[in-house]
């Protein structure tokens, strides 16, 4: 997933980072949850991630809570074989969260299956500065 985002998977500081956060993380159950599809001969094979993030109320979402959909990776060998960890983790959104809104970041590997999930482009584009700092 990292390397079809054109990042370099290398560098093992943010590895550490990752883990540190991931497993504080994992004990937040009304804000974060993982869901993982383990195949018997391979291991885990399929996952999807998300976490709840309050913003302001607005007149359409009066709790702020914006679901953030990421680190959604299946094993290439497993593809389209419908594996249902994003799937799960858009019922827990619908079924155990606040979450009106959900945001997910696409490569072009998933874009479809999004689309056909009901995500479209936001009405208000999103944009980013990077100020060029790391760690």
């Known amino acids: 997933m990292l390397e079809d ?15 540190e956060w991931f497993t504080q993380r994992l004990g937040d159950t009304p804000n974060f ?6 195949d018997p001969h391979l291991g885990p094979v399929s ?9 302001a109320p607005s007149p359409h979402n009066l709790s702020g809570i914006h679901g953030h959909v990421f680190n959604i990776s299946t094993d290439p060998s497993r593809q389209r074989r419908g594996y249902a960890s994003l799937e799960a983790l858009l019922d827990w959104y619908g079924n155990e969260t606040e979450a ?5 970041n696409a490569t072009g590997h998933g874009m479809a299956l999004y ?10 584009p999103a944009l980013q ?6 760690e």
């Open 115 to 124: 689309r056909s999930l009901g995500f479209a482009a936001p009405r208000y």
């Open 100 to 104: 009106r809104v959900i945001n997910l």
């Open 47 to 55: 996952n999807a991630v998300g976490i709840c993030d309050r913003h």
């Open 33 to 38: 949850a993982a869901f993982v599809v383990d």
């Open 5 to 19: 985002m054109g990042l370099s998977t290398q560098e093992t500081p943010w590895r550490h980072a990752a883990l």
């Open 129 to 134: 500065l990077r100020t060029g700092r790391r």
